[in-house]
């Protein structure tokens, strides 16, 4: 009994297990005693758990850096050496899940990734979450869909949708400011930004937004992105750029690469469900390499993770271990091949 | 939000004395769980495992640090805010002190599974994963923590009852 009464104190029953408590709530006065004192230990935890402050968790790509580094005849455990003890991002970004998930082969990880350690109740209430940088200041945030923004400099973003959004309705955030966006794909629930200057509705995307009271403009790495004045709408796909004036769009132009979008975005590099051809692209451009997949399979594969500040030894290390291939940098070519080539069959 | 991280780092800390110690801990852990992602066979509950490398971390750690020290002694990590008022802050500082006190005042292996299942919400099953105990075993453990920490609990009421 205890332990349903537990789950009850902490809101975690069903209408049916509450009918049993209060069932035996009915039975004898001393029941409401124990459940009343039980409580209390219940409350005693929160506050003794309270006193226990665990910090940002550390994130994904580092985690996985640091463990390849230490591997036996890995090609990073020299640079390895070097790295310095793992420090917490700052911010609210979630747990490890900061980033890394893909593709195939990840079992534990990804369950480790997924895992809610809160045991408390699932609220089903839109809690308003508002996040503010200063000038200067950017911000990792982390969604409860999976979705990953930067907030840029002197900006603000408020978001509040339930956990169990139905399907139909928006994922919906106000932006006053820039941000980059990295969206998780769900059609039955459009991303739709929400700015003084008019819309942006998505479906999954990588896009850069920055919108004050007159001007909304938008450039799209990846995936379309439809901006909305009051009387005017225009679609932007990959590679393109236009904003909205007073709520007039202008003509749709060609997108600035992503690292020089804003000056605070030098230096960050971001994938989400990002095919892997697609994600080399883009890594050829940051880093002036050229990269070379020498198995098709592997450019079939999808990337969900981010970098800031990171060499291309850190950035490689990390994606050709998520993606189970074997990787090499030499004079400037980067080689990346199935782990699995050449194995016997 | 608040995912395992938060979780798995209390747990180590309570048993390490120490929440910076109890970081590194999880991290490691974290760090393995990368390492032998391709080994994992999902025949149990991914939270008893993860949990399990943790604490053969902190048995590890205590090992090497010679951590001798009861967490209920450790008082370094009350940074955390305070309730508004000092009659508040006073019957939450009683309460929290009273709970520490017994936690710590129970049998070794008895708070083991009192930390899993009562603070850390693991079911039964994922705690005697964890220790590598029998599923009975945590209930009775469990049964009679409980019992402990209530009474300790109850205690600070001093003869009054308690609204909720």
Not at chain 1, 190 to 208: C, I, M, N
Request: aromatic share 6%; glycine share 8%.
């Amino acid at each position: 009994m205890d332990e349903l009464l537990l789950r009850h104190l902490r809101k975690q029953t069903t209408e049916e297990e509450n009918a049993a408590v209060e069932e035996w709530l009915r039975g004898s006065a001393e029941r409401e005693q124990a459940l009343a004192e039980l409580g209390r230990v219940v409350e005693a935890s929160r506050i003794a758990d309270r006193r226990i402050v665990p910090g940002d968790p550390p994130a994904a790509e580092d985690v996985i850096w640091r463990a390849e580094a230490r591997r036996p005849g890995s090609g990073a455990a020299r640079v390895g050496r070097r790295l310095r003890i793992l420090r917490p991002r700052r911010g609210r970004f979630d747990l490890v899940a900061a980033a890394v998930v893909a593709v195939v082969g990840l079992g534990i990880w990804q369950v480790v990734l997924g895992m809610r350690g809160d045991s408390g109740p699932v609220s089903t209430t839109a809690a308003t979450r508002e996040f503010t940088t200063g000038p200067g200041e950017t911000e990792m945030v982390r969604l409860g869909d999976g979705s990953v923004i930067r907030l840029g400099p002197d900006s603000r973003l408020t978001t509040a949708w339930p956990t169990d959004l139905p399907e139909g309705a928006a994922r919906e955030v106000t932006l006053d400011g820039e941000a980059f966006f990295a969206v998780t794909s769900d059609p039955a629930r459009p991303f739709r930004v929400v700015t003084d200057a008019g819309t942006a509705q998505v479906l999954g995307t990588r896009f850069h937004l920055a919108a004050d009271a007159e001007e909304l403009s938008v450039a799209v790495i990846e995936g379309r992105v439809a901006l909305a004045g009051s009387d005017h709408e225009v679609q932007v796909g990959a590679g393109q750029a236009t904003r909205l004036l007073r709520g007039l769009p202008e003509p749709v132009g060609a997108a600035a690469p992503a690292g020089s979008m804003a000056d605070w975005l030098d230096g960050f590099l971001i994938f989400h469900d990002t095919p892997l051809g697609v994600a080399m692209e883009e890594v050829e451009a940051r880093y002036g390499t050229d990269v070379v997949v020498s198995d098709d399979a592997l450019t079939n594969q999808t990337l969900t993770m981010w970098f800031d500040s990171k060499s291309l030894t850190e950035v490689m290390t990390v994606v050709c271990s998520v993606i189970d291939a074997r990787c090499s940098i030499d004079a400037g070519v980067v080689r990346i091949e199935s782990a699995h080539r050449g194995a016997a069959s | 939000m608040d995912l395992c991280w938060a979780d798995l780092v209390r747990y180590a800390a309570r048993q390490l004395g120490d929440v910076e110690l109890a970081r590194d801990v999880v991290q490691e852990a974290f760090i393995q769980v990368w390492e032998r992602r391709r080994g994992w066979r999902p025949r149990g509950s991914a939270r008893a495992y993860l949990y399990r490398i943790v604490q053969h971390l902190v048995i590890d750690e205590k090992r090497k640090q010679g951590v001798r020290r009861r967490w209920a002694e450790v008082q370094q990590w009350q940074d955390s805010p305070r309730p508004a008022t000092p009659a508040e802050e006073f019957d939450a500082k009683v309460l929290a002190d009273a709970f520490e006190a017994a936690v710590a005042a129970l049998p070794h292996r008895r708070r083991d599974v009192f930390e899993l299942v009562f603070q850390r919400g693991l079911s039964h099953a994922e705690a005697a994963a964890v220790l590598d105990i029998s599923v009975q075993t945590v209930a009775n453990q469990m049964s009679a923590a409980l019992r402990s920490v209530r009474q300790a609990v109850s205690a600070t009421q001093g003869g009054q009852g308690w609204s909720g």
